[in-house]
């Protein structure tokens, strides 16, 4: 699969077409996981290979949803721009939507270059009520979905993928992802920063796959933001529990939100306390401080003298906690004068 | 289910498919139709098995997309109509090609199909689904064809065959019952059928063909009468000879019978007048001689293997009287069988018995008869009267002759014929 740039998709597509793909590419997040744009695969021409380019009117177009990646092939037809696309979805060759509930295609209007956007998000919303039907295999999972559906903190922020029913075993998979309802708003910026890309919005995705009806084996896994992750001190710093034998999503979500909300919770208080505890030093030895961290606050030096002993007070603590340690430094008088 | 297409329309379909600068659809027109195979094994008595088949005969392209359906796919009854005309009641599926897609049915066409399926009424409406495939420098293109039975579970596909698209070296040329319906082509054959066809639209070459077959027919009948005529005056001659030989046989014992009568009666008298007697001499009455030398047994065996190619017995030609004493001829296989030659005697220098018995009874009669002269005048001329009917009757030879048969009518009345006889 040739994975293009977007600036090399667009520069492929015919020119009629192109303000429709220009929003996708650049402004296509769809879903939870917002992290991960749209991307556009396989140009290809409905045209005579005796056309001139570019005249590129059909692409792959793959789209995050549910921790899988859809691939849906999208077609133009690039003599008449005006027309809407058609669709194929993939292997869900049984995903049929309702043509009347997609208002951007009833009302297709090849001049809107957020046309082609909305109507993706609208079958997206379809798809995702595709794959709420297709829980009904497995009264374990239907119940699951039915439980979190009922709790408005996760119900709408849900996607949910069935897997094929395995006509040999009879095992039945699938996997629910979850936007955790945690407030990322309050974490220090200076703790957000330091990422090599623009993350866009901080979240937080909690993946359970459901490896058979029954529940008997569950796999959950927690997805942050870059920064998020940065924030609460890397990969190794947060760790879910297991999911519990027996248990369901409506116990152990929350659960997990809670512990992320303490994480998430502790990493602020501490940056608060260590400024407020920096702020202690300075009011009390503010003619001594050499030096000190404003932005994290984690580190401070003061110059202190007790009866001709000069000596530096190093305080630092790491970032994300309180923890304080102190090093004193014997220095001269006369080194200082 | 099975699916055929002629291959002039499918090359129609890729054409006009092919020229296109966009996707390209249209209609199927064909017709449906059920065939029903008795299969009988050992296993069970009967079995049937029902078959559809669907046959396109033409299509009907659509000048632009989205003729006869909206944005969201909604059909519209009227613009269909119009598309189709009067045809519609032909339309068996409808087709579309895209250059460079999944062969998989896209969202719209399912769409579509689902309310084509209800407007026209046809509950098994095929899709078929042309793919032009191209690789990246063009070097390669491919088209691909697909026959879907979107009603059924999972789109079911189907096999659609082309009649004499393949290896026809192991395969028979299939006649098409696909009729033929280009209006072009019914004008020019109207047109130029004249020098062709006569008036009920068979090719005149064939009228000829069968004119001259007819005449053949006729020749062969008439040959056959005449067959027929010449085996049944075959067969009456043939009764004609039987009976002339059951009479000479017939006459041969009258006669027989009087010699002997005569010759005891003679041989009575003669005790009185011993002196009397005269000895016949040498020209005895030959007739007598004849028939003493010249009259077989009775038990001739007129039957002889078919087919065979056994040599005669008797030469072809009538022998003089004074011919050498020929074998009696008997049937093959039976001890004592002649030697296939003109001498007495078996093939290893022994002679039959009956042979000899024979011969030495007509010697010992010869001589016996040889002292008589009178009888055997009456005899010899009755015999002479036989044998004078013998050679008299070149008529019936002629005859035989005639008919390409050529016979040879023995004195003691055996006809031998070149071919096997009936």
Request: some cysteine; proline content about 6%; aromatic content about 8%.
């Amino acid at each position: 699969m040739n994975s293009l740039s977007p600036e090399v998709a667009l520069s492929r597509i015919s020119p009629e077409l192109r303000p429709l793909l220009c929003s996708v590419v650049r402004n296509g997040r769809v879903g939870l996981d917002s992290t991960n744009c749209l991307r556009i695969t396989d140009l290809k021409t409905g045209c005579t290979s005796l056309t001139p380019g570019p005249c590129c009117d059909r692409f792959k177009l793959h789209i995050p949803y549910a921790g899988e990646t859809l691939k849906w092939d999208i077609i133009f037809n690039a003599r008449d721009p005006e027309l809407p696309p058609d669709f194929i979805f993939g292997e869900d060759a049984e995903f049929l939507p309702e043509p009347s509930e997609l208002p951007h295609l009833v009302a297709w209007d090849a001049g809107d270059p957020d046309c082609l956007l909305q109507l993706v998000k609208e079958l997206l919303q379809q798809y995702h009520q595709y794959q709420c039907q297709r829980l009904r295999d497995s009264s374990r999972l239907l119940f699951e979905y039915d439980s979190l559906l009922e709790d408005p903190n996760y119900g709408r922020s849900m996607e949910i993928y069935a897997g094929r029913k395995n006509s040999w075993t009879g095992e039945f998979s699938a996997r629910f992802l979850l936007k955790l309802p945690v407030d990322f708003s309050n974490i220090p910026i200076y703790l957000l920063k330091d990422t090599a890309l623009d993350p866009g919005e901080d979240v937080a995705l909690l993946s359970v796959s459901f490896e058979d009806a029954e529940a008997t084996q569950v796999f959950p896994k927690l997805f942050l933001s870059p920064s998020i992750e940065h924030a609460l001190g890397g990969p190794s710093a947060l760790h879910i529990p297991a999911f519990p034998s027996g248990g369901c999503l409506i116990d152990y979500v929350p659960q997990v939100c809670q512990l992320l909300t303490n994480k998430v919770q502790y990493v602020i208080q501490g940056y608060h306390k260590r400024r407020e505890y920096i702020a202690a030093f300075l009011s009390h030895f503010g003619m001594g401080v050499v030096e000190y961290d404003a932005v994290g606050f984690t580190k401070l030096t003061l110059l202190l003298m007790w009866k001709d002993f000069c000596f530096l007070v190093h305080v630092s603590s790491c970032a994300g906690c309180c923890f304080c340690a102190v090093m004193i430094t014997k220095t001269h008088r006369h080194a200082l004068n | 289910m099975a699916a055929s297409i002629s291959g002039y329309t499918f090359s129609s379909v890729c054409y006009h498919s092919a020229n296109s600068n966009s996707d390209h659809e249209g209609f199927l027109l064909g017709e449906v139709r059920q065939e029903e195979t008795l299969s009988i094994s050992d296993s069970q008595i009967s079995s049937s098995e029902f078959l559809h088949i669907v046959e396109v005969h033409n299509h009907e392209p659509c000048a632009q997309l989205f003729s006869f359906y909206d944005y969201a796919g909604k059909v519209n009854e009227e613009n269909l109509n119009r598309i189709l005309k009067d045809r519609r009641k032909n339309v068996i599926g409808w087709y579309r090609f895209r250059r460079n897609t999944q062969q998989q049915m896209s969202f719209r066409e399912q769409v579509i199909h689902k309310q084509l399926t209800n407007i026209l009424g046809i509950p098994d409406l095929v899709f078929l689904l042309f793919s032009f495939i191209s690789t990246a420098n063009s070097s390669t293109h491919a088209l691909e064809y697909v026959l879907f039975r979107p009603n059924r579970r999972y789109n079911q596909r189907i096999s659609l065959s082309i009649p004499n698209l393949g290896n026809t070296s192991q395969q028979e040329y299939k006649v098409s019952s696909v009729p033929n319906t280009s209006k072009n082509y019914a004008s020019v054959i109207k047109e130029h059928g004249a020098e062709f066809f006569d008036k009920d639209g068979v090719i005149k070459d064939i009228r000829a063909i069968f004119q001259v077959y007819s005449a053949l027919q006729d020749k062969v009948q008439a040959v056959c009468a005449e067959v027929d005529q010449s085996e049944r005056v075959k067969e009456k001659i043939q009764e004609e000879v039987k009976k002339l030989k059951e009479e000479i046989s017939l006459r041969k014992r009258i006669t027989a019978a009087e010699e002997r009568r005569h010759q005891e009666s003679l041989n009575t008298e003669n005790h009185s007048l011993q002196d009397d007697s005269a000895l016949s001499d040498s020209s005895s009455p030959p007739s007598l001689t004849r028939v003493l030398l010249q009259s077989p047994p009775l038990e001739v065996s007129l039957d002889w293997p078919p087919n065979s190619t056994a040599l005669p017995l008797y030469p072809a030609a009538p022998a003089p009287p004074s011919a050498i004493l020929l074998p009696r001829p008997q049937a093959v296989g039976s001890p004592g069988h002649p030697s296939p030659s003109l001498g007495l005697g078996n093939g290893d220098g022994s002679s039959s018995d009956s042979l000899n018995r024979q011969a030495i009874g007509q010697e010992d009669q010869l001589e016996e008869e040889e002292e008589e002269e009178e009888d055997e005048d009456e005899d010899s001329s009755e015999y002479e009267n036989l044998v004078s009917e013998r050679l008299q009757s070149p008529s019936l030879t002629d005859t035989a002759v005639s008919l390409g048969r050529p016979a040879a009518l023995w004195p003691d009345g055996d006809t031998h014929s070149s071919g096997g006889s009936s």
